[in-house]
Structure formats: structure tokens, C-alpha cells
């Protein structure tokens, strides 16, 4: 992994404050997924500009995103207003802006991650499980996707997702037995997950909890499936190494689904959780 001042990830969630309550960001390319600019990549931007504008309280604990249009690659504005910055936890609000139009609306807390662990005493309670996942050499790297899908969906490129065979969405797998449906197909996509030339962090992990292809590719309903509301919480810093990621969904109703994201460090350990409302692709 590369020195993080150098890596690609922090450069494009890059921000500089241009007045009291206002950040400036340049919305990457790299990150464009389907129709717009990838949901997570956007909420790691935003929650950069609130790290910068809360330094008392410097971890994400908490973001709760509204999209209000699909963002575009280019110049953005994050307006922040603090609710709270005292005592342990900051809470705060941050609009992303492009020109006139409002795309995502986010209210956040912060806290000190350290602190909020030595509190606790070391008290954990996870019933969770972590997914079992053929090892590295046995998965498929989306590194392999073919070209014209890296074309339609170029933030690909900018980590690697190992996959099981059976669920490498971009080569084309299709959901296992005959006579799917929503009802009785596995509504599941899990994988290896690792940046290409950073560490995960908290700030990475909001980008993560949004990477992997929507669940209904499971079902036999592949394309861009937008966001409405995505709800993250960041549980602790993750350890070195690669992550183990899986979305699942048990409700595909009235055009919307919703997808919960588990993360899980090389220790083990759930880093992080999500939780969020899209819309059904397209047939």
C-alpha cells in the first residue's frame, strides 16, 4: 500500500475550505457508476468536508444521506451547519451543491472513535456473522471485468472486489437454478475488498459500505439501481488488510428495495454497517 498523501482515494475525495461554512470538491470521474457518480465515493467527499469543519471530534459515527439527483464528475460545493460540537459527540449537517441544484442533503455525528471505545470497557455484543468466502485465489477479481463494462461502470478501476465465480455479476453469471424470481433467488453479493494504494479508514469505509453491485443483480435485474436514502455507522477503525464485505436485501416492493452492508476487518471484526432504500433497476 502507498503513502496516503499519495493515494488516489484521498485525492479525489480532496476538499478546501473556501469560507466559514463552505468546502470546495472536484467530483472525480473515476467514480461514475450507471447514471451518475457513485453514492458512497459522494458520502466520503461530504464527510470529508465535515472531518475538516469538526477537528474536536474526528471520526464518522454516524451519516444519514438524502439523493436528491444523480451527481455529475466535476466542480461541487459541501455547505456545512453545526448542530452540536461539544462534549463527545458533534453533530452537523452538509448539502452537496453543483451550480443550482441540490444533490445530497446529510446529517452526520462525529465523535473520537479512541474514546468512545475506552468508554465502553472493552464491552462487545455482536451476533452478526461474519461471511465465509472462498479464499483470495479461488474468487474473481473486478479487475477481469470486460472492457465495455468498465466503460459503463469505470469505478471498477479504482479498487479491487474479489468475488465468488457464481457471483461475478460482470462477466455475465446469472442467478444459480432455473425459474427465478424475487422470492426464490438469494438476494446476496459478497466479496474480498481492498483499495488499490491505501489502508482502510473510516473515511474509505463510507465508500465501501456502497461498492459492490446492487443485489438485484442477483435476480436477474441488472443496471443502475439509484439510491434514495443511505444510512451508514462506523462501529470501529478497521484493521490493515482486506476487507470481507456482503450486501443482502429481504424486501423488493412497490419499485424500491432496501440493502444492508456488513463490513468486516482482517481481525475479524465489524468495522462497519448500512443500511439503504434504492430503486428497482429498470428492465
Known amino acids: 500500500m502507498g503513502n496516503r498523501e499519495q493515494a488516489e482515494f484521498d485525492r479525489d475525495i480532496a476538499v478546501?475550505?473556501?469560507?466559514?461554512?463552505?468546502?470546495?470538491?472536484?467530483?472525480?470521474?473515476?467514480?461514475?457508476?450507471?447514471g451518475g457518480v457513485n453514492g458512497g465515493y459522494l458520502l466520503a467527499v461530504t464527510a470529508n468536508a465535515l472531518q475538516a469543519h469538526l477537528p474536536n471530534h474526528p471520526d464518522p459515527i454516524v451519516l444519514?444521506?438524502?439523493?436528491?439527483?444523480?451527481?455529475?464528475?466535476?466542480?461541487?460545493?459541501?455547505?456545512?451547519?453545526?448542530?452540536?460540537?461539544?462534549g463527545s459527540l458533534a453533530i452537523a449537517t452538509a448539502e452537496l451543491w453543483q451550480g443550482e441544484e441540490l444533490r445530497i442533503t446529510t446529517t452526520a455525528t462525529y465523535a473520537d472513535l479512541d474514546c468512545l471505545h475506552a468508554e465502553s470497557n472493552g464491552f462487545e455484543r455482536v451476533t452478526a456473522t461474519e461471511p465465509e468466502l472462498p479464499p483470495l485465489e479461488e474468487c474473481l477479481s473486478s479487475t477481469t471485468a470486460p472492457?465495455?463494462?468498465?466503460?459503463?461502470?469505470?469505478?471498477?478501476?479504482?479498487?479491487?472486489?474479489?468475488?465468488?465465480?457464481?457471483?461475478?455479476?460482470?462477466?455475465?453469471a446469472k442467478p444459480s437454478g432455473e425459474g427465478v424470481t424475487a422470492r426464490s433467488a438469494e438476494a446476496v453479493v459478497t466479496g474480498w475488498f481492498r483499495h488499490h494504494d491505501r489502508e482502510p479508514d473510516p473515511l474509505s469505509l463510507l465508500q465501501v459500505l456502497d461498492a459492490l453491485p446492487p443485489v438485484t443483480?442477483?435476480?436477474?435485474?441488472?443496471?443502475?439501481?439509484?439510491?434514495?436514502?443511505?444510512?451508514?455507522?462506523?462501529?470501529?477503525?478497521?484493521?490493515?488488510?482486506?476487507?470481507?464485505?456482503?450486501h443482502f436485501s429481504r424486501n423488493l416492493s412497490g419499485g424500491m428495495f432496501e440493502e444492508d452492508c456488513e463490513v468486516w476487518d482482517s481481525e475479524g471484526k465489524l468495522v462497519a454497517q448500512a443500511r439503504q432504500l434504492a430503486r428497482l433497476p429498470r428492465a
Open 147 to 172: 472492457e465495455q463494462v468498465k466503460e459503463l461502470v469505470p469505478m471498477l478501476d479504482r479498487y479491487e472486489l474479489c468475488v465468488p465465480k457464481e457471483q461475478f455479476v460482470w462477466g455475465g
Open 64 to 86: 444519514s444521506a438524502f439523493y436528491a439527483g444523480a451527481s455529475t464528475p466535476g466542480p461541487a460545493e459541501i455547505r456545512v451547519e453545526t448542530k452540536r460540537d461539544n
Open 217 to 246: 443483480f442477483r435476480l436477474d435485474r441488472p443496471g443502475w439501481a439509484p439510491t434514495l436514502e443511505l444510512t451508514c455507522h462506523i462501529r470501529h477503525k478497521p484493521a490493515p488488510g482486506w476487507l470481507k464485505v456482503t
Open 16 to 34: 478546501r475550505r473556501t469560507d466559514e461554512k463552505t468546502y470546495a470538491a472536484d467530483l472525480a470521474a473515476g467514480w461514475v457508476v450507471g
